[in-house]
């Protein structure tokens, strides 16, 4: 029995269309980072972030760079971009919008410029890309188990802020991932990662005093689902 060739070629086209959906990345309104852009509003910035169903690219970046320095003195998204390329910490085609969500990839490259892991002969032999980053913060339980395309709800992005910089100031390594967590409201966390590992007071880079990359407030609602 011959097949119908329109029939196939319809099936090829509903299969692509399927495809193509599943590829779009969620767009945010808008970004944390355009309500509170300074570094003395970096409690009021995690907990807009906590609250948030993805971390759009923006307010990565802008994470980010309070991590590593401390400030962010970029004036908007394109300059941070621009110096976020110049360090490395994204691949030098990157232009994605502001207010998508982040791709794990290029935040693991960021991670790993930051505290300065080189990762296995792969990454010595090609250099830092998505992919090998991003497997090696997963294997370093710094990142949940993801791959280099997916994405960090808010309170995963927060996670992953606070084991970066446990990692960089060289303390112990984060305990293994738990199945199921509680937040800092006492509910169920959408990160697989051990809260009380990591939500406690930690040093600052310098060394002085507690960093206020920690626990959110405890008034943010219950985390949502991840996104694609």
Request: net charge negative; aromatic share 6%; glycine share 10%.
């Amino acid at each position: 029995m011959r097949s119908d060739p329109r029939l196939a070629s319809l099936l090829i086209a509903v299969l692509a269309l399927v495809v193509a959906g599943g590829c779009q990345r969620q767009v945010l309104p808008s970004s944390a980072v355009n309500e509170f852009p300074s570094a003395d509003d970096e409690l009021d910035f995690l907990d807009a972030v906590y609250r948030m169903t993805a971390v759009t690219n923006d307010d990565a970046l802008h994470g980010l760079f309070l991590l590593a320095d401390g400030d962010d003195p970029h004036p908007d998204y394109e300059a941070r971009v621009a110096a976020a390329k110049a360090r490395k910490w994204m691949p030098s085609g990157f232009d994605r919008p502001a207010n998508e969500s982040a791709q794990i990839g290029w935040m693991a490259m960021a991670g790993c410029e930051i505290c300065g892991v080189k990762g296995g002969l792969t990454m010595h032999v090609i250099g830092p890309t998505p992919r090998y980053c991003t497997r090696e913060l997963v294997y370093l339980r710094v990142l949940p188990l993801r791959t280099e395309n997916q994405s960090l709800t808010g309170p995963e992005f927060t996670d992953y802020l606070n084991r970066l910089q446990r990692l960089r100031a060289g303390r112990r390594e984060p305990g293994p991932p738990t199945p199921q967590s509680l937040g800092p409201s006492g509910e169920q966390s959408a990160t697989p990662m051990d809260e009380a590992d990591v939500m406690e007071g930690l040093p600052s880079p310098d060394g002085g005093g507690t960093s206020v990359l920690r626990e959110p407030s405890s008034a943010s609602p219950s985390p949502v689902p991840g996104a694609p």
